[in-house]
């Protein structure tokens, strides 16, 4: 078993769709990032390649690349799953952490685990959402933009 750690943060654009977990989710600003800005993949994506000791996300996808400009972080998080694959490993678990202090996430929060258990192929109980707020607390608290963290068990196929 191995264990990995991803944690990502962008920060608020009015321009822009706010998307988390591949939901779009309702509200007046997005994140500013090169690709969607989808802070929570874009977290599982670094726990999933730190667990297999491959990196992370700007390493495989990197924001100087013209590949990736408004890409779908859900295409990006398919790819770093086949990744692991290819390196003999799959995702047993995952649990993710989104900090924000708006909006209200709770009612996307099972979109969100449908989009990734589909992405990752696992079933529903091996992924985790939860949202918290840090209480006012740093640029989060003060609504400035987004953050999460995201820890994953990774197991050798076969073992």
Request: charged content about 25%; glycine content about 10%.
């Amino acid at each position: 078993m191995r264990i990995g750690h991803g944690f990502d943060a962008h920060v608020f654009s009015v321009s822009r769709p706010l998307i988390l977990g591949g939901v779009n989710i309702p509200y007046d600003r997005g994140l500013m990032a090169h690709s969607d800005g989808d802070v929570v993949i874009h977290a599982l994506c670094d726990a999933i390649l730190g667990a297999a000791g491959m990196g992370d996300i700007g390493v495989h996808f990197p924001d100087d690349s013209d590949a990736f400009k408004d890409i779908d972080s859900r295409e990006l998080l398919r790819k770093v799953a086949e990744l692991i694959t290819d390196e003999d490993f799959y995702v047993s678990n995952v649990d993710i952490t989104i900090i924000a202090q708006l909006p209200r996430l709770a009612p996307h929060i099972d979109e969100m685990k449908q989009n990734i258990c589909r992405d990752i192929e696992r079933a529903l109980q091996a992924v985790n959402i939860k949202a918290t707020t840090t209480e006012g607390m740093g640029f989060t608290g003060r609504g400035e933009g987004i953050a999460a963290h995201a820890v994953v068990l990774l197991q050798e196929i076969g073992a």
